[in-house]
């Protein structure tokens, strides 16, 4: 792969390039993987999914700077309940808008 063909892949990858596939999409995808396992007690009930970047290392540097993590799906099954001696679901994150 070239750098043309590198630089094409990342800007599709880049979230508000894909809004669209995120619901129903990756959320149906998500939600479908105990049907996948064939485990029901794996049905997913709470889930964040989050886009990360990160600025490339800076010159003599050993790490990435100006880390973010942007939440870009909530999902909280309506009306579960956790059984006896469960914790709570948290409130479903605020999604981010992730326009430039």
């Known amino acids: 792969m070239n ?3 590198l630089l094409g892949f990342v800007t599709a990858c880049e979230p508000h390039r894909n809004e669209g ?13 105990h ?3 064939g485990r029901p007690e794996d049905e997913i009930v709470a889930c964040d999914v989050y886009w990360v970047r990160d600025q490339c290392l800076k010159l003599g540097k ?8 942007m939440p870009i799906l909530s999902y909280r099954k309506p009306g ?4 006896p001696g469960l914790p709570a679901l948290l409130p479903p994150l605020k999604e981010a808008s ?3």
């Open 80 to 83: 579960y309940r956790p059984g």
């Open 62 to 69: 050993r790490a990435p700077y100006k880390n973010e993590a």
């Open 98 to 100: 992730t326009e430039k």
């Open 35 to 37: 049907e996948r396992t």
């Open 21 to 33: 596939f995120r619901k129903p999409g990756l959320q149906d995808y998500l939600l479908r993987y």
């Open 3 to 5: 750098s043309a063909e």
